[in-house]
């Protein structure tokens, strides 16, 4: 039997959110931040330098801060994206520098020198030092969190199929991602549903708010949520995360997205299956070989580079999936239906079939800082997916299920720098949508056994389903679209 549904008014809910986080002192956090800090203290000649420069410097994209040491000699530098960095200190006309690298988040103490040994002789002739020499090393501030950073080298080196980026959050103790034969993913922590975790990509929560999953539109697909390309580097954090990490109960995945440098740099990568390249299945096997039209493809391009040398840059990625998965269409239980009975464009339909899905993402990413105090961002997420799901056993192509997801984000990022403090302001737009419907709303068929059993009777119906099952049914009466501003 056959039931139907049509498309009802979505649901639509509308909000804006304009958050700006005030650090003060030497300790800043920020709410679902994926900026680093760098503090410490500066000493000269084994004495604190109140009042000393510290400058730090992106040596990739040429994005400074300069921030002045307090009376006793302690410095912060917040809300840093994650990379490479001089750091350069000057205290009483004395200067030294040395190179560090921060990840996602990390809060790194460097505590820096220059100098020697304060001078005890009597006053005299100045000396003037040839070398200076930094004391210290980067070391992450403990905090009751248990977070593993997943950094872009593994994310370029260690192999897998599904270009999902979460995936390698499969290497962290308690994670699991998990595929199933559908090709559906998603990511749990313990013991716990997908629906207890939240990603967030530089500072934006990816959760859905109409159906369950860690990610929007990561329900009844095998799709990415993101372009692993686009994705720099993230931590996963297990346990004792904090307050300012809403909508979760597991585990929290902080990402953030790649930028653009002060040199042009590109990738591209094709990956692919056919049809040839795989044995036949028993049903193919059994109609004479002849192998259903089937492939796995994915591809995709990055690019980025400079606009204006250490002050604008940008960062573009496209990937895209096109499955044709094979699938085999049957009659149910042998010898109890007569294929007789079953109308002859129905039994047309048994035997070898295909599952297709479609998938593309687009990202795109300006940075601006038009001086030592200011950065302004602004990225694009879009992603559009078709998959036809539900074919194969009693269902067939023709009547199956057609979801149709699609993700759009924008954000527009302001971060301001003082001596003392931080200010970062978000203003985020999302609309997600998930929309599943057959593909044929015509009437079903129902086969008659003589004699019919009990059990025949729950049974009736089921044979060669010719529309949605009645859990795709179920949960297409509850898709929704959110809209968040």
Not at 418 to 442: K, Y
Request: charged share 20%; aromatic share 8%.
């Amino acid at each position: 039997m056959n039931q139907q549904f049509r498309n009802r008014p979505v649901r639509t809910i509308l909000s804006i959110a304009l958050a700006g986080c005030l650090a003060l002192g030497a300790a800043p956090a920020f709410a679902q931040s994926t900026g680093a800090t760098i503090r410490g203290q500066v000493m000269a000649d084994s004495a604190p330098a109140g009042e000393a420069t510290v400058t730090v410097t992106n040596t990739a994209t040429g994005l400074s801060r300069t921030v002045r040491s307090s009376a006793s000699g302690g410095y912060a530098v917040a809300g840093l994206p994650p990379g490479t960095y001089r750091i350069q200190v000057e205290a009483n006309g004395q200067t030294s520098s040395r190179d560090l690298t921060v990840q996602v988040g990390q809060t790194a103490t460097v505590n820096l020198g220059v100098g020697g040994v304060a001078e005890t002789a009597q006053a005299g002739d100045a000396t003037t030092m040839e070398a200076v020499q930094v004391v210290g090393t980067a070391v992450e501030t403990r905090t009751s969190e248990v977070a593993t950073y997943i950094t872009n080298k593994q994310i370029e080196a260690l192999p897998q199929g599904t270009r999902n980026f979460l995936a390698f959050a499969d290497t962290v103790p308690g994670m699991q991602f998990q595929q199933d034969a559908a090709g559906n993913t998603k990511l749990r922590s313990g013991a716990q549903t997908s629906s207890g975790i939240n990603v967030y990509i530089d500072g934006v929560g990816q959760k859905g708010y109409t159906l369950p999953g860690g990610v929007g539109g990561q329900d009844s697909t095998r799709g990415n949520p993101f372009p692993q390309s686009a994705i720099g580097e993230y931590k996963v954090i297990t346990s004792n995360y904090k307050a300012e990490f809403d909508q979760i109960s597991s585990a929290a995945v902080v990402a953030a997205t790649r930028s653009g440098s002060n040199e042009f740099e590109g990738s591209f990568f094709w990956d692919r299956t056919s049809t040839d390249w795989r044995t036949a299945t028993p049903a193919e096997k059994k109609a004479g070989g002849d192998k259903i039209a089937s492939k796995e493809e994915q591809y995709g391009v990055s690019f980025g580079g400079p606009i204006i040398q250490d002050r604008l840059n940008f960062f573009v990625a496209y990937e895209a999936k096109d499955y044709s998965t094979p699938k085999t269409v049957t009659l149910g239980a042998q010898g109890r239906y007569d294929p007789a009975e079953v109308p002859q464009e129905l039994r047309d339909q048994i035997g070898p079939a295909a599952s297709p899905f479609a998938q593309d993402m687009y990202f795109g990413k300006l940075t601006w800082t038009p001086d030592d105090r200011n950065l302004i961002e602004f990225s694009a997420q879009v992603r559009e997916e078709d998959e036809r799901i539900g074919v194969g056993d009693q269902n067939t192509a023709e009547r199956a299920t057609v979801n149709h997801n699609e993700v759009n984000r924008y954000d527009l990022r302001w971060q301001y720098s003082g001596d003392r403090w931080l200010n970062d302001a978000h203003l985020t737009f999302e609309d997600l949508s998930w929309a599943p419907q057959p593909t044929f709303d015509g009437n079903g068929y129902i086969l008659n056994v003589s004699e019919p059993t009990a059990s025949d009777r729950l049974n009736i119906g089921t044979i060669l389903n010719s529309g949605a099952s009645p859990n795709n049914q179920e949960r297409a009466r509850k898709a929704g679209r959110s809209r968040t501003t």
